[in-house]
């Protein structure tokens, strides 16, 4: 199976930059694609942004697209959101998730809380 622990979360001004990390061990990391996820106070989890297994290909929601960009190390094993320009309502939890199948989120981090400090 595969492991994921997240960091880089923490207080961060409207306007600010942060970027999240996400350590992966287990199964061959550069098989399988990633995302982050994230989750609001008293909100359900949605899609963030999305990369593909080499690193080629992301995607990303409405809501970061401009603002937020999705990377991966396949040597590193971790996966990347480096976040600018951060709004109040990117206050949540963030998570990020193996596709180890197509289409399925089949592994997930603890998170780590991203919250505004002003």
């Known amino acids: 199976q595969v492991q994921l622990v997240e960091s880089g979360g923490g207080l961060v001004q409207v306007g600010g930059s942060l970027r999240l990390s996400c350590a992966a061990s287990?199964?061959?990391?550069?098989?399988?694609?990633m995302a982050w996820f994230r989750q609001a106070p008293g909100k359900e989890r949605e899609f963030v942004a999305r990369?593909?297994?080499?690193?080629?290909?992301?995607y990303y929601a409405d809501s970061v697209k401009g603002r937020f960009t999705i990377s991966r190390d396949n040597v590193e094993n971790t996966v990347y959101l480096q976040m600018s320009n951060l709004k109040r309502e990117d206050t949540a939890v963030y998570y990020c998730a193996a596709e180890l199948r197509l289409g399925d989120y089949d592994c997930w981090g603890q998170g780590t809380q991203v919250t505004d400090s002003s």
């Open positions: 990369v593909a297994l080499s690193g080629d290909s992301t």
């Open positions: 287990g199964r061959t990391f550069s098989s399988y694609a």
